[in-house]
């Protein structure tokens, strides 16, 4: 390319007068961070739902950290980019925050996932979350899960975590049935029911629940409930306590608790230096 050089021409220009393509005489272009491109794949793989923001979480957890801007240029270039699941139209409407609880238990949201397993047997998923640390309470699933199982759970629940001051439900017959009424009255919680065509009341179940669909039912072919219900406790155990969480910095929801219970303080193991949210919003 001495033409370049010596008549002032540009390279593309130059290769156009020769009639060649310029990409057979520009130097390719040599992969730099070859350990990070790898170990960026390597999460990519186990967890194809990750976007560069939470990969360059795990990273900085084993001691790799780097500008936000290069991360991206590595995540693009290893074409590890997440594909957006196109879903059904939804009606828009008002969308008015819900105050978000500045203490574990203060809140719990629950819910219902619908799923199969087998040759296409229905399966129920009943998910409690705590909305102040995000963290699953728990995850029941059954072909069928009524009123009386509904309650029978929520006492096996508060044995572990404590009685939460509030529950947040959808108006389904589970939840209005005769035996949750009862179990209300009995265990002392306060219940709010959203009303009714207005999922994003309950916004921190659906949220928990399209992370869940999302990042673990539609990646499992169940074969079994059996099946089903140990890769749901896998994903609850790694949502806990491995999973980096937007609303806590890239902390997980168990640590956000423990530094509930020890006031906040910052530490290496990713717990979170500041409270898990604001009295104006989320954190």
């Known amino acids: 390319m001495k033409a370049v050089a010596v008549h002032g021409l540009s390279q593309r220009r130059a290769c156009t007068l020769v009639g060649i393509d310029p990409k057979t005489v520009r130097k390719a272009d040599t992969s730099d961070n070859a350990d990070i491109r790898a170990r960026m ?3 990519a793989e186990q967890r194809r739902r990750f976007g560069y923001r939470r990969i360059g979480l795990m990273l900085e957890r084993e001691g790799i950290k780097m500008n936000p801007k290069k991360l991206f240029r590595l995540y693009t270039e290893e074409r590890l980019t997440v594909r957006k699941r196109r879903g059904r139209k939804r009606a828009l409407g008002t969308r008015n925050p819900m105050p978000v609880p500045v203490a ?3 809140r719990w949201s629950i819910d219902f996932v619908s799923d199969t397993f087998g040759p296409s047997r229905r399966l129920r998923i009943l998910a409690v979350v705590d909305d102040c640390t995000r963290e699953s309470i728990g995850m029941v699933a059954d072909t069928s899960i009524g009123g009386h199982r509904v309650a029978r759970e929520l006492d096996a629940m508060i044995r572990v975590y404590g009685k939460p001051a509030c529950m ?3 108006n389904g017959t589970e939840f209005t049935s005769r035996a949750l009424l009862e179990w209300q009255t009995r265990a002392g919680v ?3 029911y959203i009303d009714p065509g207005k999922p994003q009341q309950n916004a921190f179940a ?3 629940n399209g992370r869940l669909r999302d990042e673990c ?3 499992t072919a169940f074969e079994s409930l059996a099946h089903a219900r140990k890769i749901l406790a896998l994903w609850r155990h790694d949502y806990n306590h491995v999973r980096p969480h937007s609303a806590h910095s890239g902390a997980t ?5 423990a530094g509930a219970a020890d006031g906040w303080p910052g530490s290496p193991d ?3 230096s500041r409270p898990l949210a604001s009295k104006s919003g989320s954190g």
Do not use: M, Q, T, Y
């Open 104 to 106: 574990p238990n203060a």
């Open 270 to 272: 990713g717990r979170s």
């Open 253 to 257: 929801p168990a640590s956000a608790r």
């Open 41 to 43: 794949k390597s999460i």
């Open 206 to 208: 659906e949220s928990f």
């Open 168 to 170: 947040v439900s959808d």
């Open 190 to 192: 306060a219940w709010h």
């Open 217 to 219: 039912l539609n990646e």
